[in-house]
């Protein structure tokens, strides 16, 4: 079982008190209703699904209820750094590789 | 005379301490304080079991944990037959009955020895080449023989009746592993100010010191220095120590499980007490002290009864004061075997010979042992030995060649060397690394924060061994962040005789490459050198694969004693250096753990919680018959006057239409939607318009994900400009809070509302039927329920009861109807009340059955039954509660897609059998053409179908290809006898103008 850090609560606690709610840094359009299937899908259906860091959302939804942001490392399991939700994509440059 | 192999002289077990046993049904007796192992061999009992594959018989290999050999079924009552278990590691209580396995009709006479003489049918990857083809006769024929024959013990055929309890627990640092390096670990973290949490497999923590007859620790005897040691431990606070508790698996962030065995080793445990429980272990450091393990000699019959590790025999004889046999031979390539044969010898155990490999050992073991009197043959090899159910010979030879020589024996012990325990430390995904001077794979680069000590870490010296795990103790605790003012660290002075040397991995001379002898790497899946050589000679390549061909290392023992011999036997055929072979991955558990430690309380009520209503007392005392409904508890139906379902469910349907009837739905989810911005948010989330809704009004609410499907629906009501009572379907509330909280904080922050799970806040009570408004008027105060006033689809909040209320006018009948809203805590008095006036009226209470049948006489789709997550709301016929003005919600992109646009998507209809009494069964498939040739071309299934008490036929809703287009066409629903010939129909069955709501 992991330890995840809520940036919210700013305290690690274990996963079982968290959800997983997939990729991060997916922006909704502003103009939905207009976009093509092409932007639709790369919206909608596309993931990354990197073997290595990856961006994705958290919820503690048994603890503040908050989502917010991590980054994790796939072969690892390692959590690199959690942030708030609407916090910019951080760049964590050697640390993003592959480990 | 009983326990003929117990020497008086020998042990630690008090001999006053008689203990009663059966072992296949024969009574014996041990000592408190034994194994079953060492009782059986206390009584010259060596064959215990049949191997899996060939059963042949077979013996006690070890002396602890990786015993592969020795499964028994320890059988305390009928549900507590226990297969599979080591008879090393259980301890013996008085009346402890065992029986061996994998053997008919007996022990030692077993037909399915047949296998032995069919070996060469048997050998490498004889499953995957022999029973290949064809296909049907894998479940008919192979796969049930194989599994008779070939097989383990014999699974409990009753529920598990023993309690499994769980704990979570933090530390600075655990030590896993209570021999003399974890027990200095722990001794110097503690010592440190550390929070340490100590766990040994054993009754006593002490491991090879057990054994290693010479070690001296702090100016005492190993074994006492390690008893002290541990009860200086369990005295302090910050200290706890586990014992009978194994470290299986090592997770993510330094969690590790362990599971300690309770009740196993107690004549009569207490009824109430758990067997077991799993600790899950959060610590800040890790110090992994779990010894090495001793490996068996690979020579040709290395497997009969009373061939043993080295380390075993003295486990048994030092500790347990049993000698393995009267006239024992020693065969080695490694120096620790000789301390076997010197200590068997000053217990006045004759030692036939000591069979080295090696051509010219030399030290003061070796000296030691001459000096005794025992013959050591250096250079020399055991090629082969005799003995139906016993070792009763040896042959012994030259290893460069010459005379063999036969040598009568009861037992022989063997080694080849010891293989670090590096378990925990890989699955922590540490990269083990292969140390070339001494052949083993040792830890090498850490990812988690744990360090190796010991035996565990290729450190044999006991000296060494202790000071190292001192110092990681000490360093752990420090790491840990604990800092302690004067922590005196013990300086202990150890030492012992003990000689440990690399010794050798792979065949011995006679089980080479060519031989046809059956020279067993792993014993309990019977594979043998030759074995591993023939998977790399029919291809295999990759550790991994020789692996999966021949099953080595792939039994309940995975390997322990036996996976540095496949890998070197492989290397050697591939021609290639061993780390470019590679190593198997070690996994968890590194013992077998009970599914009843796994799974703890959580089983049976516990499984998951149970909801039950304010309503669910009364309801169970007016006799009603439950359904789950998710966890929810939901009346079903309430028979009375001896009813079947059919006939209530029938009266049910039909009292609502008459008069009227009271429904508990407490269960609907319901979410508070509040703020100045709840309009436009509610106009996001679903696909309704919402800002013209007026207050007091309510309106029926589609949410679609965004690809345009429909993830749920339900009634909301606007109790003011800001304020909506939102339901959801029962059971979807938590789905539907998160998706609404999802949109809320991560799209549209600015937002300025907010989110309330209210479901269990209220109880709800549906009053439906043309008498509904007379039932529910008298216990009204304050609220004007002419039609005027309130009309269908409105909500008030008032007093029902004197009690604070949302009554709401809505339907999900078709009927006139009210659902009365009040807090929890006054449901069940309020229902009552209604109760009691529905009772001057002729109304009934009716269950979920009931409702679902009239909500399907109006054709009210239920979603997750009426559509499964690929359904539009035009597919479903609710194309006209889509916003077509509206510029955003979600889903509003999803529906425009292609597919979701396309003519011809499976539609809603309704289905009425050709024969009116004829009820479908709900998920049935439809065709267009029941003749036509199997497979057929499914067009659609049934998704609801009831009989209809007040329609007097059947009813069913489906989806089908084109439905909304097959007005008036005939289709049909194949069942096991002959197909079904339905009509499609709209889906509406009753009251198809829906004026019954104002009726
Ligand atoms: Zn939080």
Redesign the interface.
């Known amino acids: 079982?992991?330890?995840i850090h809520c940036p919210y609560c700013e305290e690690e606690r274990p996963e079982l008190e968290f959800?997983h709610?997939g990729e991060a840094h997916i922006?909704?359009p502003e103009n939905?209703?207009e976009?093509s299937?092409e932007a639709?899908q790369r919206y909608?259906f596309i993931r990354a699904n990197p073997k290595g860091v990856t961006f994705e959302?958290w919820?503690h939804?048994h603890g503040c209820?908050?989502?917010f942001n991590a980054a994790r490392d796939t072969v690892?399991?390692?959590f690199l750094m959690t942030y708030k939700?609407?916090e910019p994509k951080p760049d964590l440059g050697e640390a993003g590789g592959n480990q | 005379m009983t326990q003929p192999f117990r020497l008086p002289t020998a042990g630690r077990l008090d001999a006053a301490g008689t203990v009663s046993f059966i072992f296949d049904g024969k009574p014996h007796t041990g000592l408190a304080g034994d194994t079953l192992a060492s009782a059986l061999l206390a009584n010259g009992v060596h064959l215990v079991g049949r191997s899996f594959k060939y059963h042949r018989p077979r013996g006690i290999l070890s002396a602890g944990a990786e015993e592969p050999n020795a499964l028994v079924g320890i059988h305390r009552d009928p549900a507590r037959k226990t297969p599979n278990v080591r008879a090393t590691v259980q301890e013996l209580y008085d009346g402890l009955a065992a029986v061996s396995q994998n053997r008919w009709p007996s022990l030692a006479f077993d037909v399915g020895a047949l296998n032995d003489l069919g070996a060469p049918f048997f050998s490498a990857g004889f499953y995957y080449k022999t029973f290949m083809w064809p296909r049907a006769a894998w479940e008919r024929l192979y796969e049930p023989v194989i599994r008779r024959a070939a097989g383990l013990g014999t699974a409990p055929d009753q529920p598990d009746p023993d309690r499994y309890s769980n704990r979570f627990a933090h530390c600075d640092v655990l030590v896993v592993g209570g021999g003399a390096a974890g027990l200095a670990a722990a001794l110097a973290a503690s010592e440190a100010g550390a929070r340490v949490i100590l766990a040994d497999e054993q009754a006593e923590p002490g491991g090879s010191l057990r054994f290693e007859a010479g070690a001296v620790i702090d100016g005492m005897p190993g074994w006492e220095w390690a008893q002290r040691t541990a009860a200086q431990l369990a005295a302090r606070d910050n200290v706890r120590l586990l014992t009978r508790t194994t470290g299986f698996g090592y997770y993510a962030q330094n969690m590790l499980g362990l599971v300690e065995r309770l009740t196993d080793h107690l004549a009569a445990p207490h009824p109430e007490a758990p067997r077991e429980r799993l600790w899950q272990v959060r610590a800040k450091r890790v110090v992994l002290a779990t010894g090495a393990i001793e490996r068996h000699m690979v020579f040709p019959d290395n497997d009969r009864p009373g061939i043993m590790l080295a380390s075993a025999a003295r486990t048994y004889l030092n500790h347990f004061g049993v000698a393995v046999g009267r006239r024992v031979a020693v065969y080695t390539a490694d120096d620790s075997a000789y301390a076997a044969a010197i200590d068997l010898k000053k217990k006045g155990v004759e030692i036939a010979a000591l069979v080295d490999l090696r051509p010219a050992p030399q030290g003061a073991h070796v000296e030691e042992a001459r000096g005794l009197g025992i013959e050591v043959l250096a250079g020399h090899a055991v090629t082969g030995t005799e003995g139906r159910l016993r070792v009763r010979r040896i042959d012994v030879a030259p290893v460069n060649g010459g005379a063999p020589r036969q040598i009568e024996v009861d037992a022989l012990v063997t080694s080849s060397g010891w293989t670090p325990a590096v378990h925990l430390f890989s699955q922590s995904r540490g990269k083990l690394a292969f140390n070339e001077a001494t052949q083993r794979f040792l830890p090498g680069q850490y990812v988690q924060d744990a360090v190796s000590v010991g035996a565990g870490n290729g450190t044999t010296g006991l000296g060494e061994a202790v000071a190292e795990a001192l110092q990681a103790g000490e360093k752990a605790a420090k790491e840990a962040g604990v800092s302690k003012a004067r922590a005196k660290v013990p300086n202990l002075e150890a030492g012992s005789t003990e000689r440990w040397s690399s010794g050798m991995a792979g065949a011995a001379p006679g089980a080479e490459a060519g031989k046809k002898a059956m020279a067993f790497v792993d014993f309990q899946n019977d594979v043998t050198a030759k074995d591993i050589r023939q998977a790399v000679q029919e291809g295999m390549r990759s550790i991994e694969h020789v692996k999966r061909f021949t099953t080595t290392g792939m039994a309940t023992d995975q390997g322990k004693t036996s996976n540095l011999h496949a890998l070197t036997i492989a290397s050697e055929m591939l021609g290639k250096p061993i780390p470019e072979v590679g190593l198997t991955t070690f996994r968890p558990p590194y013992t077998p753990v009970t599914f009843g430690a796994l799974v703890g309380h959580g089983r049976g009520a516990l499984f998951e919680p149970t909801r039950r209503t304010p309503i669910h007392t009364w309801a169970e005392a007016h006799g009603a018959v439950f359904e789950d409904v998710g966890q929810w508890k939901r009346a079903w139906y309430f028979p009375s006057g001896g009813e079947d379902m059919h006939a209530a469910v029938a009266r049910e349907c039909r009292t609502v239409r008459q008069s009227a009837g009271i429904f508990d739905a407490s269960t609907l989810g319901k979410i508070e939607v509040v703020g100045p911005d709840a309009a436009r948010f509610m106009e996001l989330m679903y696909t309704n318009p919402w800002q013209k809704l007026a207050v007091g009004r309510c309106r029926y609410g589609i949410m679609l994900r965004e690809d345009g499907f429909i993830y749920d629906d339900g009634v909301v009501g606007r109790l003011a400009e800001d304020r909506f009572h939102v339901t959801t379907t029962t059971g979807g509330a938590p789905r539907v809070l998160h998706h609404m909280e999802d949109y809320l904080q991560t799209e549209f922050p600015d937002l300025k509302v907010w989110l309330t799970s209210t479901s269990e806040q209220w109880a709800t009570i549906a009053v439906q039927g043309p008498k509904s408004r007379d039932i529910v008027a008298p216990l009204v105060e304050d609220i004007d329920l002419s039609d005027e006033a309130m009309p269908h689809m409105s909500v008030r909040e008032g007093r029902v009861c004197g009690v604070p209320a949302r009554l709401f006018r809505i339907s999900f009948t078709g009927e006139r109807g009210f659902e009365i809203n009040v807090p929890a805590d006054y449901g069940l008095s309020v229902w009552e009340a209604v109760w009691a006036e529905g009772g001057k009226h002729g109304a009934c209470a009716y269950g979920t059955e009931t409702m679902h049948v009239l909500r399907a006489e109006k054709g009210f789709i239920i979603v997750g039954q009426d559509t499964d997550g690929t359904v539009t709301p035009d597919d479903a016929g609710l194309g006209w509660a889509i916003g077509r003005k509206k510029k955003d919600f979600v889903g509003i992109r999803g529906l425009k897609r292609p597919d979701l646009t396309a003519p011809g998507r499976r539609q809603l209809v309704g289905l009425k059998t050709s024969d009116p009494k004829t009820v479908l069964e709900e998920g049935a498939q439809i065709v267009a053409d029941p003749n036509q040739p199997v497979p057929m071309k499914m067009i659609g299934f049934v998704t609801s179908s009831y009989w209809s008490e007040n329609c007097g036929r059947s009813i069913a809703l489906a989806l089908v290809e084109n439905g909304s287009h097959r007005m008036g066409e005939r289709l049909h629903v194949p069942m096991p006898d002959g197909a079904v010939e339905v009509e499609v129909v709209p889906t509406v069955f009753f009251d198809e103008k829906g004026e019954r709501t104002n009726g």
């Open positions: 079982m992991l330890l959800r709610a922006a909704r939905i209703a976009i299937d639709f909608f959302r919820r939804i209820g908050r989502f690892s399991d390692r939700a609407g």
